[in-house]
């Protein structure tokens, strides 16, 4: 479970201003798609002929796209900021990952060690033994 961490106020009211700029892009978004569908839609009685209906509703679905094109350009930022914020300002995190690679680091160390004594000792033996058999060798 995530224990909950006090802020300070400067990034507390980064993060309500990330989250109120998610909104907005969201929102943004939403209502533009609604309204290019709403565009969509054919009118049969109008007051304008309806070539000059056609490319009035043309012109404004096209401003309506590159606003929706701004909004995820928007969001894409967003996430690019998050992310920055997140490597530059989560030490908690970043410090258990440096224990956990120590304590990792530490064991394969304890394990190398013993590995080595035990190679030791094996080797001290077969000395011991190849030296007795030298030493009480009529070969030598």
Not at 27 to 42: G, L, P, Q
């Given at each position: 479970?995530?224990?909950?961490?006090?802020?300070?106020?400067?990034?507390?009211?980064?993060?309500?201003?990330?989250?109120?700029?998610?909104?907005?892009?969201?929102?943004?978004?939403?209502?533009?798609?609604?309204?290019?569908?709403k565009t969509a839609?054919?009118?049969?009685?109008?007051?304008?002929?309806?070539?000059?209906?056609?490319?009035?509703?043309?012109?404004?679905?096209?401003?309506?796209?590159?606003?929706?094109?701004?909004?995820?350009?928007?969001?894409?930022?967003?996430?690019?900021?998050?992310?920055?914020?997140?490597?530059?300002?989560?030490?908690?995190?970043?410090?258990?990952?440096?224990?956990?690679?120590?304590?990792?680091?530490?064991?394969?160390?304890?394990?190398?060690?013993?590995?080595?004594?035990?190679?030791?000792?094996?080797?001290?033996?077969?000395?011991?033994?190849?030296?007795?058999?030298?030493?009480?060798?009529?070969?030598?």
């Amino acid at each position: 479970m995530a224990t909950q961490r006090v802020l300070p106020q400067s990034k507390e009211t980064l993060l309500q201003n990330y989250n109120k700029r998610l909104k907005d892009d969201i929102k943004s978004i939403m209502d533009n798609f609604t309204e290019i569908v709403k565009t969509a839609k054919i009118e049969d009685e109008t007051q304008v002929s309806r070539p000059t209906q056609a490319e009035q509703d043309h012109y404004e679905m096209h401003v309506r796209a590159a606003n929706i094109v701004r909004a995820g350009e928007s969001l894409m930022k967003l996430v690019s900021d998050l992310k920055q914020f997140l490597i530059l300002n989560d030490f908690p995190s970043v410090n258990d990952a440096i224990s956990q690679q120590n304590q990792q680091l530490r064991a394969l160390q304890d394990e190398c060690d013993k590995k080595l004594t035990s190679l030791r000792d094996e080797i001290a033996v077969d000395l011991y033994e190849l030296e007795e058999e030298y030493y009480s060798s009529r070969y030598k």
